[in-house]
């Protein structure tokens, strides 16, 4: 996403006049509130004095964790892209042999995650552009890692005689596949909401069949 798209605005109780101090540790504190203003209002126009402000901390703290404000963006994508990783190879580790069950567990967790954490994926995909290259390289590779995983699924499915997805000139491209079912998964965090017609299960439910349908499942 372009780093000059809109800022999302992230719903707050009402501010006291003073902020209070977060009650988590200051670490998680000044990453919550890191994310939060950032999903609001930008990278580029967040002050540490901004993020600090927010989860009732001194300036200071800030450098006990984070020697920038460039590293702790980095730190929050970084995190939040690490835990997507392994909560996807959990899902598929857990769904036996079936490519079809894999393909379901793993659709089910990334749209639950993203509809769950939606300030964390929005700063993660808008975000990350302003950092430089050294620190984004982790974050593709575990990217990359993801889609992988994907790609494994759909190969050991069609391979099996069991996914027979769209070819273009007689040519299939998995990986053109995943990545279009990544990005249709990833973007649920740009509008779901609470209290819609669907809970966060019964959208990842509806993603997953999706996911099924579009590279031909057979019944199981």
């Known amino acids: 996403m372009s780093k000059r798209s809109k800022p999302v605005r992230v719903v707050e109780p009402p501010a006291t006049v003073a902020a209070e101090r ?32 927010a989860c009732g901390l001194t300036q200071g703290a800030l450098y006990n964790h984070f020697k920038s ?39 089910r967790v990334y749209v639950v995650r993203h509809c769950r954490l939606r300030v964390e994926a929005l700063v993660a995909n808008r975000e990350i552009s302003w950092l430089g290259a ?18 494994t699924i759909l190969r050991e ?10 070819q273009i000139d007689g040519r299939r491209d998995l990986k053109a596949m995943a990545m279009a079912m990544l990005d249709q998964c990833t973007h649920v965090s740009m509008w779901y909401g609470p209290g819609g017609a669907f809970s966060e299960e019964q959208m990842a439910k509806l993603y997953a069949d999706m996911a099924l349908r579009a590279v031909g499942a057979k019944p199981q």
């Open 69 to 107: 404000k460039d590293e702790l963006l980095h730190d929050i994508i970084a995190s939040t892209q690490g835990e997507l990783e392994r909560i996807c190879q959990q899902a598929v580790a857990g769904a036996g042999d079936d490519p079809r069950a894999k393909l379901a567990a793993f659709v």
């Open 22 to 53: 977060d009650p988590r540790p200051p670490v998680e504190a000044i990453r919550a509130a890191a994310f939060t203003q950032f999903a609001e209002r930008g990278y580029p126009v967040v002050t540490v004095r901004d993020i600090m402000k």
């Open 134 to 151: 050294e620190r984004v390289a982790d974050i593709r590779r575990s990217r990359r890692a993801i889609r992988d995983i994907l790609v």
């Open 157 to 166: 499915g069609v391979d099996r005689g069991v996914f027979d997805p769209p």
